[in-house]
Structure formats: C-alpha cells, structure tokens
C-alpha cells in the first residue's frame, strides 16, 4: 500500500476573511447600543406600527444569535421592504420629503440590523446609524439632541473599533474609541469655525421644514390666542440696556388685523412708509433674540424709533422684513414707551376702520348707536364704551365656551367669558358700530424675567391682544379692554388673572416654583447654546475673521483659510505620532538591554525565541544568574502581556535590568 503524496492531503480551511466574520453576540450589542439612540427620537415622531416594525425586526436578529437559522432568506427581506414602503406611502401620501424619507430610513435601519451577517454588513449599519444621527437635526437642534447624537457617534464607533480587533477587550475598544473621538473634535471645531456658513437655516428641507414652527397668525377668531396660551414655547428674548421698563407698557407689537367678516379678523394691505419720530416717551433700548416664525413680522415694543437692518415700516406701525424669518434672527430696537400718538393719518385707513359685515351681533350694534345718538363726540363715545368694560366685569378665562355666528353679543350678554381675543374684537366692534375708526392690534404682552441671567423672556402664552381707536385731536389711541375688565393682567400676568380651575401650561402654575428654577437655569443654558453655536451666521464667521485681518472674508479666503489650518493640524498630528512610534516602550526597552547583556555573555537571542524559553536557556547557560535572570523575565512578561501596567513595576523591571551583573 503506497503512501499517499503529501500533496494529496487536506489543507486545513483557511480563516475567513475579515471582513466575513461572522458577528457575535457583542458585535450585535455595541451596534444596537448606537442604533437605538440614533432611532429613538424619531420613534416618538413615527407612526405606531413603523415604530413597532422597527423594533421587531432588530429583535427577531437579537434572537437569531443564539439560532442562526432564524435569520431570513432575500425574498422575505424583500417582501417587507416592500410593505413598509407602501405604509410610508399610505401614511404620507409621499415618499419623498423630510417626514417620509425618514420613516424610510427608520424602516430600512431595521432591514440593514436583520440581515447583517459580518464585518461588512456591520459596517454599513453604523454608516446607516450616522445618517439618522444627522436626520434628527432636521427636526430639532437642542443640546439633548446634540448629546444624544454624539453618544450614538461614539457607540457606533466602538463597534467598528472592536469589528476590527474582536479579539481585544472592550475596555481598550472604548480606550481606542475614545482617542479617535478627541483627535476629531479639533477637526469639528475648525470645521465649525471656517467652513463658509450660508444664510438661513442649516437643517432644513424646502418641502416641510417649517411645518412645525408655532406662534402668532395673520388672522384672528374666538379662541385662536387662548390655544397658544398653554404652549410654554419661547417667542423671543430681550435684553434691555438699563433698567427694565415697567410691565404694563411692555406691549410687543405684531400683526395689525383691519377687516372683519363677523367671526375672523384679518389684515390689511398697508403699504410702508418712512418711520415716523415717536413724541415724548421714555426711551428704551433694547435687542431681540426672535426665535423662527415662518412670518415676516418682527415684534418691538410700542413705539418703535428705530428700524432694524433690512427691515421695513408698514402704514399701520407693523415691522416686517422682506423674507419669512425661518431661522434665529438677532436686531437692536429703539423704542419709546407711553409715547404721544402722531395725529395724522391717511383717510382710506380711516373709512377701512370703520366698516362692518351687515347682518351680525344686532344687540352689540345697538349698543353702540345708543351711545353715539345723543350726539356725543369720539372721544365721549370711548369714555362711555371704557365704562361699560370697567363696569361689568366680563370674566377672563383661557378656556372660553365656544361661540356662534354672532359671537360678539353672545360673548357680552351670555357667557360674559373670554380671552383677550374676545375682549379686543368687541371693543372694536363697539367702536365701529358707534362710528369710531377702530382696529385690532396682536402680539405679545409683558414676559418673564429669567434671574439666572438676567434676560427677559417672552413666551407664546404671553399672546395678547387690544384695540387702537382713531380719535382726530390724538391719532391712533391704544385701548386694553382686557385689563378695563381685569386689570390684573397687566400687573401680575396671566397666571394671577384667571382662575384657578383654567387650564395652564405647567411651569406657570403657582405650585411649581421649583419647577421655574430649574426652567431658568436650562433656559441660560440653551440661550448660549442659541447665540454660540445655532446662531454663528455668515455676520458672526466675518466678525472672526475680522479679529485675523481678514475683513468681508469671501468663501474662496475662507476654504483657503480652512484647508490650511486643517493641514497644519494633520501635519501636527502625524508628527506627535511619529514621536509615540519613535519613543520606544519602556518595558520593551528594560527588555532589549536584558537582551544585549545575555548576548554580551555568549547568549544571544534567537529571533524565533519568545521571552520564557529564552530566559530558561539564558538560566541553564549562565546557572550563577538563574535567580535575577528568572524574575526578570516573569516581571517583563507579566508586564508585556499581562493585564496591567503601573508605573511602579516598570521602574522596578528597569532597575533590576540595570543591577543585572555577572561578575
């Protein structure tokens, strides 16, 4: 019987490729981790069954750990990609879109988790998780999101750091990691700073990036200012130069509403015109920090002495700018408080302030005509109509009743309730119907001055609205019918003025001081989150660069000024790594002078020898030094290979190599 050929026998199989090695249970748990953070806001945003889809499908791959043969073939991978489109697409009617194309992404993140198999698809899934990190700065850019984006970053890159090292242990995965996370933040920084910046908001898509936005509307009905009252959201902030003007004139003027059809107020056409010079007033300077409103108007304090940049001035003392404000936007305001109305005024303003829909509120227009019959003038006319709100004592309520078609004889002679909304478009009403020109003003009143840092704030729940009366002798004259009937509004706010059975956003409750102190102090918080890194526009990155030299820094001068900078911080980090290679281990070194003494006695080193066996040769030929040549040995394997280090025991090695002696 002949002997087979060596050539003839089984080669032993060959390791898999890197990049097919099969993911095990950690692999799966360190790419979870980062995936989960990166899909949990949106799972707040999606539907019910997308979300529970997602999860399902991460799940069903988390039990085929243990039972590879659960893991699905192509066909049915392909058959729920399919259904979990045409949901989007039911759900949405679109699949393209902000909404839509990230539920897509959500579902195929899903996808991607069941079917990974190896390094290779691991890969792709934190690619993936990157993605949806940035997705949710398409919905919000807070410091929670912010935070929660970087711990998904640095999740995902431990999971690529130990797909490449499986055999390393986690704790010098995430000592790995955590390197490769600081060396990059001086990139971000720079990237930050220098990167040409456009103008308006970064994050953002044309279909639907402003779909969200919250706050005052261009036209007014019952009940439409008391919804906003419990949104806690921020209008605006201020900061004034000097002292704070008193709460009753704080009156932050918005939309101005002409036209009444008997239930909804609505605008006018007002064309702009030179500012004019407010008369007498105290003078108040101060700047707005306006958060994002989809509108054109900007809010300032009446009366405005001072336009901002690329602003106009409308016919009706509105302040507007040319293109919706969709992102931050921060103006310096002089106003005049208390100041004189300026008596003139165009006549079509006049006969458009005095007109009504025929038909509507008969008990209100009789009202009125009763008190204009006996011939009294527009200025007695208002006395009677300020009398009347001070003397009946309408209640203030933030949850009125629902009104019908003549809504204001319903909201005086029935429910006797309603919100400033209600309160403002009766007078006016009353004011029309008796032959005064009248209008409705919108906007915000008074606001909250937060003690951490001294900025006052104005919130959606600060809404307000009132009337302005025509009188010839004075001009347009600011009339409050709600503070006529609840004074308290003014003084105190909305929280003291209603009671204590309406419905209010939580942090204005009276029980939850606390919970304002903790508010206040996030709040400083976000605020300079808002001006340092939300708000660095094209104007913040050129007044940097100006402090460089640099003035009116095009794009070309800014990238060049980038790629420089960033250059010289590669070339600096080549260079500190180059020094780490170049500066040899000490352990390594302390060995290597073992190494040449040994040598130096007729005992050299073999290249294949590894540090035990030579140390037992070096011991059996040198039997006078056993002892020193054997503890030198154990320390520097136990050091070498062991699980740690201290600086004690390196300094010990070295001494005993340095001792080491054969005379």
């Keep these: 019987m002949s002997t087979p050929d060596r050539s003839d026998a089984a080669a032993p199989p060959a390791p898999p490729a890197p990049d097919r090695r099969a993911l095990d249970g950690r692999d799966l748990a360190l790419l979870a981790v980062g995936l989960a953070i990166a899909l949990a806001p949106h799972a707040l945003r999606a539907p019910a069954w997308l979300s529970l889809l997602t999860l399902a499908l991460i799940g069903w791959r988390a039990l085929a750990v243990t039972r590879p043969a659960l893991l699905p073939k192509s066909v049915p991978l392909l058959a729920i990609a399919a259904a979990g489109m045409l949901g989007v697409w039911l759900e949405y009617r679109a699949i393209f879109g902000r909404t ?211 602003s106009r001035y409308l016919e009706d003392g509105q302040i507007v700018t040319l293109a919706p404000i969709r992102a931050r936007m921060r103006y310096d305001m002089v106003s005049r408080v208390e100041a004189d109305p300026a008596p003139e005024n165009d006549r079509r303003f006049l006969r458009r302030a005095l007109r009504l829909p025929e038909g509507f509120n008969p008990r209100a227009r009789a009202l009125a005509e009763g008190w204009s019959r006996s011939g009294a003038s527009d200025a007695q006319v208002l006395e009677r109509a300020i009398e009347y709100f001070g003397r009946e004592r309408l209640q203030y309520t933030t949850e009125p009743r629902l009104l019908g078609r003549d809504s ?133 990155q050129r007044e940097l660069m100006s402090w460089f030299g640099m003035r009116d820094a095009g794009w070309l001068e800014l990238a060049s000024t980038l790629l420089a900078v960033l250059g010289g911080f590669m070339l600096a980090l080549a260079a500190w790594m180059l020094l780490r290679l170049a500066r040899p281990d000490p352990v390594q070194a302390a060995w290597s002078r073992f190494c040449r003494k040994l040598g130096a006695q007729g005992v050299p080193r073999a290249p294949h020898e590894g540090p035990r066996d030579y140390a037992e040769r070096a011991a059996r030929d040198l039997p006078w030094a056993r002892d020193p040549i054997e503890r030198i040995a154990a320390l520097y394997i136990a050091l070498r290979y062991g699980g740690s280090r201290s600086s004690e025991s390196v300094m010990r090695l070295r001494r005993m190599v340095r001792e080491l002696s054969f005379g």
């Design 408 to 540: 204001v004889d319903e909201f005086l002679f029935e429910t006797r309730e309603g919100f400033c909304e209600h309160f403002s478009s009766a007078f006016v009403f009353l004011m029309r119907a008796a032959g005064v020109p009248a209008r409705v003003v919108t906007g915000y009143q008074g606001g909250d001055l937060n003690p951490v840092d001294q900025r006052f704030t104005v919130r959606q729940s600060d809404a307000h609205a009132w009337a302005e009366v025509f009188l010839a002798a004075r001009g347009w004259t600011r009339i409050d019918p709600t503070a006529l009937s609840v004074p308290r509004r003014l003084d105190e706010g909305l929280a003291r003025a209603i009671s204590t059975a309406d419905a209010l956003p939580l942090l204005l409750r009276p029980e939850m001081a606390w919970l304002r102190s903790v508010r206040y102090n996030w709040e400083a918080l976000t605020h300079q989150w808002n001006l340092l890194v939300l708000g660095y526009n094209p104007e913040r």
């Design 100 to 310: 839509p194309g990230v539920m897509l992404l959500v579902m195929f993140s899903g996808l991607k988790a069941l079917e990974s198999r190896n390094q290779r698809d691991a890969a792709a899934l934190v690619f993936l998780t990157w993605f949806l990190a940035i997705t949710n700065f398409l919905y919000t850019q807070s410091i929670p999101t912010a935070l929660g984006m970087l711990a998904a970053v640095a999740a995902s890159v431990t999971a690529l750091v130990v797909l490449a090292a499986p055999r390393r242990a986690l704790r010098a995965g995430l000592r790995t990691a955590g390197v490769l996370l600081a060396q990059a933040v001086p990139a971000a920084l720079m990237l930050f700073l220098l990167f040409p910046r456009v103008q308006g908001p970064l994050w953002g898509l044309p279909q639907d990036a402003y779909t969200a936005m919250t706050g005052l509307s261009d036209s007014m009905s019952p009940g439409s200012l008391s919804q906003l009252t419990l949104s806690d959201a921020i209008a605006f902030r201020v900061d004034f130069q000097g002292e704070l003007p008193p709460r009753r004139t704080l009156y932050w003027r918005g939309p101005v509403l002409w036209d009444f059809d008997g239930r909804t107020w609505r605008p006018g056409a007002p064309m702009p015109t030179e500012l004019p010079q407010p008369r007498n007033g105290a003078k108040v300077e101060y700047s707005v920090l306006l958060e994002p409103h989809n509108r054109h108007w900007l809010f300032a304090l009446e009366s405005a002495a001072l336009l901002p940049p690329r």
